[in-house]
């Protein structure tokens, strides 16, 4: 009975120490990630075609908030008003960095 409770216990121990692990992992490796390039992505028409250069709309989402793609028009199937809209949050939403992107229709 006595060996159950130690491995209960070895395990709790275990599992607290990889818990705090990840804890510090998580806060020391952690990526920061521009939350316009997931605005952005919900935009695009997410049909993750590929035919804008880019593996997903993810993709291009990201080019486009890195200011690496200057036009909204290089994924095809998006609609007008859904450009506008793109071109419309980058113009006026400031990034972590305080700046704004400019790209055209
Ligand atoms: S072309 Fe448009 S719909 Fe296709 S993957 Fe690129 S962003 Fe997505």
Known sequence: MTSLISAVVVMLVIGAL??????????????????RVETVSGMLPNYNCGGCGYAGCSGLAEALVNGEVKKVSQCKPSKEEARQNIVKYLAE???PDGNTVTVTM
């Open 93 to 95: 939403t400031p990034g």
């Open 18 to 35: 990889l818990g705090l692990l990840l804890g510090v992992a998580d806060k020391f490796l952690a990526v920061p990630v521009d939350p």
